[in-house]
């Protein structure tokens, strides 16, 4: 039916229906112009070329900035002179994105080592951005010279413009190794790339050292040359060499960069922190913003104030809550929360030879850009012999005019055709000819005839050189790593701009749960929860719990003081525990809220209680029908919603006790529903971190009802009804003492009606 719809009025089944109506599969159609729009983006937007770093559209910059001779060492032109050129002659897009192409390349917070100088104001690092470009000058930089040395010189291809008017380089020559010295990014359709900036020292290092051994592993790359990025931001990278390593043998990873920070005295004990670099691409004013906005909102109790002070340099100042607070602990809570740690994903996916898409390793990359460099050598070297041999065909003409110079003159003076006749008379070519007809009369003195033999002995000998350089791949590999050399002197760690900024350490050994402390401001709270389930946080430590109200039909089921860093455990019937952390909990002014909204309880499972986690402490466990166990309470932490299963029961038997055990408890009471009582040794009980437990009592009807755990040097205590305390010692318990999983005997007199011990 949907081919029908595409038919021509007339009805006809041709590709034509008689009125210019082309029938066209849409399927098809879209597929392929979807295709072409893809490749276009990949191909000529999105991705770098590996062998020069380059997008089309700053190739088309540079090569315009050529063409208006805005060398490093002429004037500034207006950038709105080259945006124009750049436009009309070469990239048909809008001035805007051109622009603000241009502007990255400038950039010295963006760029490692910019292409542009620029003068100006081309932005800022808090993310300000560049003025008009009717206001703004610029020129080249010697990287970007290097980047076009031998374009003259048959060193690449060139292509047509896009209106066939012009021609433009399909690569550069790069002699810079600008793809890993500078980075890139770029989203194309369904791939992107993201490649960090490097020092370039570190790459012409490593590639010298691949042209000495090919076969160099990616490992001995990085160990012993390209350590990792060299962001223009500078930052510490706090990744291990393995997950470096392995970043650069796969082309892809991430690596973890952290603000640069130091601690300045202020006298009597107090500091503050400098914040002096920032992690690549991070905007400062946000930065700040950012941490402003935490304080505000007290998510940062250890840090009292933050002020930004920076002029050129960057300076952030960092004011702690007082003299006593970490400043390790400081600091990594604010990499937890903020920007001041980065992660920079790391996706080297690159066109290889200008054509195809991939993802390339570190040595992949310099393999490409040196191979790149010697077709360069080659091709310059070719067209410079062309050029010397086209010289030398000259010279030798002019020779021969020098030697018949008489002759010369009469058949220049004397004959119809002056050129044939040349050419018959002395054997030359068409080329000589032509020179020795252009020949000034100024040229005839005896000290030109010299200088031309010197001019062929000099070219004689280059000729030589270079056909031994194009006889040999040793030779040109020689020269490729002493141009390299040339390049790492140049711009080497010696120099302010080779000079490494990115630093590498590691992340302090700080205990993850003291850094999520440390942004909880410490306040204390009263923690309600009633017998449906809602659960709130009071303000400070509320004594008189009568006074709380409920919604109705409901009542308190238990209270307890705590503070908003604290972890807030709750039990439930099917032997699950969940995890709250008290400042997340709904404040206390009205009824609070469902725990099921804060956690995933089952419908059919009851809270059995809640309290304060305190990791050292151990914890009794025990269900309904009598099994029970002891659990070491740190391992009863919920990471998720879901809760953390510990005790194993099913249906009808449910989870009914709870209770912490004190240091010296050596004995355990338990109380059945039958009101028997039955004391026994704690150590028969098992310590496991998951599971049903063993029998504590033994019932023919009923269940457990309470148990306490007691020090028996104490005695076993308990409250009746009227809040007697009632105490029995070793001999009193005598009757009661016994096994694990027995019976027990009928509960003394005084015990409480309710069977529970009370208190």
Same mark, same amino acid.
């Given at each position: 039916?949907?081919n029908?719809l ?7 089944? =041709? ?18 112009r979807?295709?072409?729009y ?9 991705? &770098? ?5 380059? *997008?089309?559209?700053?190739?088309r910059?540079?090569?315009?900035m050529?063409?208006? @001779?805005?060398d ?5 032109k ?9 436009i ?31 003068q ?5 690092? $808090? ?5 008009a470009? #009717?206001?703004?000058e ?21 292509r ?19 793809l ?31 042209i ?15 350590? =990792? &990025? ?26 973890r960069?952290?603000?640069?920070w ?15 670099e920032?992690?690549y ?17 007290? @998510? ?8 930004d002070?920076? %002029? ?27 920007d ?29 850009w040196?191979?790149?460099r ?9 067209y410079?012999? %062309?050029?010397?041999?086209k #010289? ?26 002056p *050129?044939?006749k040349?050419?018959? !008379? ?11 007809l ?14 031309? !033999? ?13 056909? +031994? ?7 040109q /590999? ?18 302010a ?7 590498f350490?590691?992340?302090?050994d700080i $205990? ?5 402390q ?15 389930? /809602? ?15 409920? @919604? ?14 604290d @972890? ?11 995890t ?9 002014r ?14 059919d ?11 050292? !402490?151990?914890?009794?466990l ?10 070491p309470?740190?391992e009863i ?19 009914v ?10 004995h ?11 004391v ?21 009807? =009923?269940?457990i +009802? ?11 205590? /308990? ?5 007697r ?9 005598a009757? /009661?003492m016994?096994? !694990?999983?027995?019976?027990g ?15």
């Amino acid at each position: 039916m949907g081919n029908d719809l595409l038919k021509p009025p007339g009805g006809g089944d =041709g590709e034509d229906g008689g009125d210019g109506i082309e029938v066209i599969d849409l399927k098809s159609a879209l597929e392929e112009r979807y295709l072409a729009y893809a490749l276009s983006t990949i191909m000529g937007r999105a991705l &770098p070329d590996v062998r020069d770093g380059l *997008k089309p559209v700053h190739r088309r910059i540079l090569h315009a900035m050529r063409v208006l @001779k805005l060398d490093p060492n002429t004037g500034f032109k207006k950038c709105a002179r080259i945006v124009g050129d750049v436009i009309g002659k070469f990239h048909p897009h809008g001035d805007q994105a051109v622009y603000d192409a241009m502007v990255r390349l400038a950039q010295d917070f963006a760029q490692r080592y910019p292409l542009i100088d620029g003068q100006g104001n081309f932005g800022n690092i $808090d993310g300000d951005g560049a003025a008009a470009y #009717r206001y703004t000058e610029a020129r080249m930089t010697e990287v970007a010279t290097l980047l076009l040395e031998g374009i003259d010189e048959d060193a690449v291809d060139f292509r047509l413009t896009y209106n066939e008017e012009d021609k433009e380089p399909v690569v550069l020559p790069g002699a810079f190794p600008n793809l890993l010295a500078n980075g890139s990014s770029g989203i194309a359709v369904g791939m992107a790339t993201n490649i960090p900036p490097h020092n370039v020292a570190e790459l012409c290092d490593a590639a010298r050292h691949l042209i000495q051994f090919p076969d160099a592993r990616v490992e001995t790359l990085v160990q012993k040359y390209v350590k =990792g &990025p060299d962001f223009p931001t500078g930052g510490i990278i706090v990744d291990d060499q393995a997950t470096i390593i392995e970043a650069y043998r796969t082309g892809r990873g991430a690596f973890r960069v952290r603000a640069k920070w130091e601690k300045e005295d202020t006298g009597r004990g107090g500091y503050r922190i400098i914040i002096t670099e920032i992690p690549y691409q991070v905007q400062k004013s946000k930065l700040i913003e950012k941490i402003a906005d935490l304080l505000v909102n007290r @998510k940062l109790p250890l840090l009292e104030d933050v002020r930004d002070e920076s %002029a050129e340099d960057i300076r952030v100042v960092l004011e702690p809550k007082n003299r006593t607070v970490d400043p390790d602990l400081l600091m990594e809570s604010l990499f937890k929360v903020t920007d001041l740690e980065n992660r920079f994903s790391m996706n080297m996916n690159v066109l290889s030879q200008g054509r195809v898409p991939k993802v390339m390793s570190l040595k992949d990359v310099l393999r490409e850009w040196l191979d790149h460099r010697r077709d360069v050598l080659l091709r310059r070297s070719r067209y410079r012999l %062309a050029q010397i041999e086209k #010289r030398l065909e000259v010279l030798a003409g002019l020779l021969i005019a020098y030697l018949n110079i008489d002759e010369v003159i009469r058949i220049i003076r004397f004959e119809d055709e002056p *050129k044939k006749k040349l050419m018959e !008379r002395f054997e030359l070519t068409e080329v000589q000819v032509e020179a020795i007809l252009n020949m000034r009369l100024r040229a005839l003195a005896k000290l030109q005839e010299i200088e031309i !033999r010197r001019e062929h002995d000099t070219l004689s000998a280059e000729k030589a050189q270079i056909e +031994k350089i194009l006889g040999s791949e040793e030779l040109q /590999w020689k020269i490729l790593s002493n141009d390299i050399g040339e390049i790492r002197e140049k711009f080497g760690p010696k120099t302010a701009l080779g000079k490494r900024r990115t630093q590498f350490g590691t992340a302090q050994d700080i $205990d993850v749960e003291a850094v999520q402390q440390a942004m909880i401001e410490k306040e204390p709270i009263t923690v309600v929860i009633s017998e449906k389930g /809602w659960i709130r946080a009071m303000k400070g430590h509320v004594q008189d719990t009568s006074s709380l109200t409920f @919604k109705e039909g409901d009542k308190l089921r238990t209270a307890f003081h705590a503070e908003t860093h604290d @972890k807030i455990v709750l039990f439930t019937t099917n032997g699950k525990f969940f995890t709250l952390t008290g400042d997340k909990l709904p404040g206390g002014r009205g009824h609070g809220e469902p725990v099921r909204v804060m956690v995933d309880m089952e419908n059919d499972a009851d809270i059995v209680t809640a309290f304060k986690h305190e990791p050292s !402490r151990k914890l009794l466990l025990a269900s309904s029908v009598g099994n029970g166990f002891t659990v070491p309470e740190a391992e009863i932490i919920a990471n998720t919603r879901k809760g953390k299963q510990v005790m194993n029961v099913k249906l009808p038997d449910e989870a009914v006790l709870c209770m912490p055990l004190s240091e010296g408890d050596d004995h355990l009471a338990v109380v059945g529903e039958n009101r028997k009582l039955l004391v026994f040794p704690l150590d028969q009980l098992p310590e496991m971190t998951r599971g049903k437990g063993v029998r504590l009592q033994k019932y023919k009807d =009923g269940g457990i +009802k309470d148990a306490r755990p007691f020090k028996m040097e104490a005695g076993l205590t /308990w409250q009746d009804s009227a809040d007697r305390t009632f105490t029995k010692t070793r001999d009193e318990l005598a009757e /009661w003492m016994g096994d !694990r999983a027995q019976a027990g005997r009928m509960v003394p007199k005084g015990f409480p009606r309710n069977g529970k011990f009370g208190g």
